[in-house]
């Protein structure tokens, strides 16, 4: 039975901020997507640091509300990591939209917690599956930003909730990936394993090019070759 029959392990997290070494985990999301539908798993954590504004600007969480209502930090990343490590074991991909930050932002939290990470447990954090790097690959000269509510306009995924939900984007993730299959059905008959080795060069491919635009506009940047840490 081909992989694109499911199931997918979609994954999203809410966190203190935009550098996934640095941040914290606030929320995270895992849905199973199968034959049968969706099974939901939400987290909520204390992550043991102030939560900035403009983070709760974009997810609504406050630090008072996580100190409230947040699990330990600690025993939401032991939960998180063992779900999804058993999922991977068990060859299911990790569909994440820009995955290097959901993945780098585990990876690091679980390391400053003294857990082992995602790559301990697994020997490798793969098949992982990021629609963001899909598209950027797809459809490379598409003018526009690429955000994920971007691609859900471009690929006709709907939905009546907010973003920056960590279960909504989860959802959504899940729903886009659907509608890019539909429309580059030669994505399925690559296996998950060419499929993961596929994005890795196609990020790395982004990589490059976008650094060498952003330099000859005289920008001092480093993109980060590596699509997984």
């Known amino acids: 039975m081909s992989w694109i029959n499911g199931p997918f392990i979609g994954f999203d997290t809410e966190t203190t901020g935009v550098n996934p070494n640095l941040s914290r985990l606030v929320t995270a999301s895992i849905i199973t997507r199968g034959p049968e539908g969706d099974v939901v798993q939400n987290w909520l954590a ?7 504004q403009a983070a709760t600007d974009i997810h609504g ?8 209502h947040g699990a330990p930090i600690k025993d939401v990343l032991e939960d998180v990591a063992g779900t999804l490590s058993d999922y991977l074991k068990n060859g299911y991909p990790i569909v994440a939209f820009n995955a290097g930050y959901d993945i780098g932002i585990m990876e690091a939290e679980l390391k400053r917690h003294g857990l082992p990470t995602l790559t301990d447990r697994t020997g490798g954090v793969r098949p992982v599956i990021d629609p963001l790097v899909l598209d950027r690959a797809l459809d ?8 994920l509510s971007n691609l859900m306009t471009v690929y006709g995924v709907v939905t009546d909730q907010s973003m920056h939900d960590a279960e909504v984007d989860t959802r959504a993730t899940l729903d886009l990936l659907q ?9 399925s008959s690559k296996s998950l394993d060419e499929l993961h080795e596929y994005q890795i060069e196609k990020h790395r491919d982004w990589a490059v090019s976008f650094e060498k635009f952003l330099r000859g506009k005289g920008q001092d940047v480093d993109i980060e070759k590596n699509w997984l840490p």
Do not use: C, F, H, S
């Open 46 to 52: 204390n992550p043991g640091v102030e939560i900035p």
């Open 61 to 68: 969480i406050t630090t008072e509300y996580a100190r409230i």
């Open 140 to 147: 490379r000269y598409r003018r526009g930003p690429r955000r």
């Open 179 to 187: 509608q890019m299959l539909q429309k580059y059905p030669d994505l």
